[in-house]
């Protein structure tokens, strides 16, 4: 697939939205397709109902059988909005966000077909004010990823999100992300994103654990207090170089 970052990303989903499509975001763990997913909710005012996949069973999908009198029906869950379903107040819709869908077993993706294709659970229809988007890790990133069947791939449009250090930048710039983190990724980039399937460390530098980091440094500046908190946050490696880089910064004139 061809890669894109968050901007080309948000502006993907749209249009598959427009087009009454469902997306899919392929990416590597924590660069941001729940942040993309959530701010697009907000710019569309709608209420994002987070459905991880990967925690779910076949009947969460395909609903709960269920005994009317004499006969039985599968009942859905309540976290589908229905089409008699009462939009909530201050919100335009929902965003039904299928996280971790290919990290479910085959029997639940298998679950999600007329979801996704029909927009329904059972006999009963989702709210015309749902949107759908999807999102995965990457098989090749060690990931609990399972192959996913061709007439679901068939069923998604697919996008594959990479780490875009400028993006990021702007969102930090936007959220008071401290001016020491910012201004050490301008100069290192190659810290921004340190994500390797084959390494041993407990962490990773990415737009997610950059973003506790700067929570970590608003608290506690303190040079050796700040290393060890860094190093289980961002990786040790990376905290180091950041560390090392505070102190040359401090020194200069």
């Not at 009198?69 to 107040?89: H, Q, R, T």
Request: proline share 6%.
């Amino acid at each position: 697939m061809i890669q894109v970052n968050t901007e080309q990303a948000s502006d993907l989903i749209e249009t598959f939205w427009l087009a009454n499509q469902v997306p899919f975001i392929h990416g590597s763990p924590a660069i941001g397709k729940s942040a993309v997913v959530n701010a697009l909710a907000k710019k569309h005012n709608l209420k994002v109902i987070d459905f991880t996949l990967s925690q779910r069973e076949p009947t969460d999908l395909a609903g709960f059988v269920t005994l009317v009198g004499d006969k039985a029906m599968y009942v859905p869950l309540d976290d589908f909005p229905l089409e008699d379903s009462f939009i909530p107040e201050g919100y335009s819709g929902w965003c039904l966000f299928l996280d971790e869908m290919n990290s479910a077993v085959r029997a639940v993706q298998a679950a999600c077909f007329r979801l996704i294709l029909d927009r329904a659970i059972g006999k009963y229809k989702l709210h015309e004010k749902v949107k759908i988007v999807c999102a995965g890790n990457l098989e090749t990133d060690n990931a609990i990823v399972e192959a996913m069947s061709t007439p679901m791939q068939s069923r998604l449009c697919h996008i594959h999100l990479v780490p875009d250090l400028p993006s990021w930048l702007q969102w930090a710039y936007e959220n008071e992300v401290p001016y020491q983190i910012t201004a050490f990724l301008e100069f290192s980039p190659k810290n921004f994103y340190t994500f390797n399937p084959e390494s041993s460390d407990v962490t990773f530098a990415s737009p997610r654990t950059w973003e506790f980091a700067s929570n970590v440094f608003k608290v506690t500046q303190d040079e050796k207090l700040l290393l060890i908190a860094l190093a289980g946050t961002i990786g040790e490696g990376t905290a180091r170089e950041f560390c090392t880089y505070l102190k040359l910064v401090n020194d200069l004139p």
